[in-house]
Structures are given as structure tokens and as C-alpha cells.
């Protein structure tokens, strides 16, 4: 009672006093929820944005075809939109399975930019529970990783069966785990990816090639189209 009345304060107090915008589809559905985002950010070339999802695998969907359309917009290769979609996905249903209970609302924070000086294209995730499902401490997390137990199906994701922290540990430039706001866990991604000055395509990263035999053996078909 204490985490759930209070977490939610924290969660009206955040949003009062964040400079990023917010948008709260906890009770929207999947093409209105998307529709309210493009309206949110019609210059998809930066966004920065505070996302408050409810605790249902519906809403794990919603998000995830928000960062595509975020990849898409801003040309850069589907390689990477939709594996970094499917981390996204599966950091939010862990988030929605392990860190929270039905009726909870949850976080993602979104940091997304093209930089056409730079020609590259970066962005981060935070992926905020409450804490009330399993108890979860950053440090029981960083101890996993530094024993190798995410390459080997460790306890977070287990029972996923996509051996995703193998795959992650590949894809991005850093995974961090700290508490959250929201007195739960705090899991954070983020990525660089460099653009061709001329072509607006990405250089092909070898961390691609590297991953793509795990998602293959580890993706259901179906999957990779829904």
C-alpha cells in the first residue's frame, strides 16, 4: 500500500516539475496512443519524451512501434529499428511482468536526435517499474551481469527464452541498472549509430552481424512481423 499510494504521488510531482513533455497512454489505445505521439512530436528528428504505460502487454506494443516509427522517420536502417524495437518490447514486458502488478502505471523515458551535423543518429531508453512485482535491487542486477548469467538465460529474463542480454550486450552502447523514481527498477539503453553523409544510411555495424544467428535460433517467425 505504501509503495503503490506513494509511488503514484511521485509520479504526479514528476510530471509537474519534468521540462519534457509527457504523454500518458495508460488508457488509449494502440492507434490513438500513436496518433497523440506524432501530434506530440511532428519534428521526429528530436524527441524527449516521458511515456506513462499501464501494466498490460497491449501497451509493451504501443511503445515499441513508437520507437520504429521513431527509426523509420529519421531514415535510418531497419536493422536496427526493429531489433532495438524488440529490446524495447522486452525491456517493457519484463518491466510489466516482474516489476509491477496489474493496475500499476509504469515509465518510459524516451532521448531521441539526428544530429545532421554529426551525421549520426542517437537514443536512449529508461524503462521505469514500480517495484511491486518481484524484488528486483540494481545490484542483484549488475551482480547477473558480471557473472555472465544474461548469456546464459539468466534470472530477469529467463523465462523470455529469447536470450535478449545476449543480444543487448551486442546492440547497444550501454545497459544500466539503477532504482527508479517510481520505487522500482530503473533499467536504461542507449545507442550511437552513425550515418553516411550522403545516403542518410547507416555504416554497417559488425555488432549486427554478430547477433543476427541469436534472434534467428531464438525469435519465433511470427515475431518478427507483429
Not at 529519421?74 to 516482474?98: C, M, Q, R, S, Y
Not at 535491487?137 to 547477473?144: C, F, G, I, V
Amino acid at each position: 500500500f505504501f509503495v503503490k499510494k506513494y509511488g503514484m504521488l511521485y509520479q504526479v510531482i514528476f510530471r509537474c516539475i519534468s521540462v519534457m513533455l509527457t504523454l500518458d497512454i495508460s488508457n488509449l489505445e494502440h492507434d490513438e496512443a500513436v496518433k497523440r505521439f506524432e501530434e506530440l512530436f511532428p519534428d521526429i528528428s528530436t524527441v524527449e519524451c516521458s511515456i506513462y504505460f499501464a501494466a498490460k502487454y497491449s501497451q509493451s506494443k504501443v511503445i515499441r512501434d513508437m520507437v520504429r516509427l521513431i527509426f523509420e522517420k529519421n531514415e535510418v536502417h531497419p536493422d536496427f529499428g526493429w531489433k532495438f524495437a524488440l529490446v524495447t518490447d522486452e525491456l517493457l514486458n519484463n518491466a510489466i511482468e516482474h516489476g509491477s502488478q496489474p493496475g500499476d502505471t509504469n515509465m518510459c523515458v524516451i532521448h531521441a536526435k539526428r544530429d545532421e551535423e554529426k551525421q549520426e543518429f542517437t537514443i536512449a531508453l529508461d524503462v521505469h517499474d514500480t517495484g511491486r512485482g518481484e524484488k528486483t535491487t540494481p545490484e542483484a542486477m549488475r551482480k547477473l551481469r558480471i557473472n555472465h548469467y544474461f548469456s546464459m538465460g539468466g534470472v530477469y529474463m529467463k523465462h523470455r527464452g529469447r536470450g535478449l542480454f545476449l543480444m543487448v550486450e551486442k546492440l547497444v552502447d550501454a545497459l544500466t541498472f539503477d532504482t527508479s523514481p517510481l520505487w522500482g527498477l530503473n533499467v536504461h539503453v542507449d545507442k550511437r549509430i552513425h550515418l553516411y553523409p550522403e545516403s542518410s544510411t547507416i555504416i554497417v555495424d559488425p555488432s549486427l552481424e554478430e547477433i543476427d544467428k541469436v534472434f534467428e535460433e531464438n525469435t519465433p517467425p511470427n515475431s518478427k512481423n507483429s
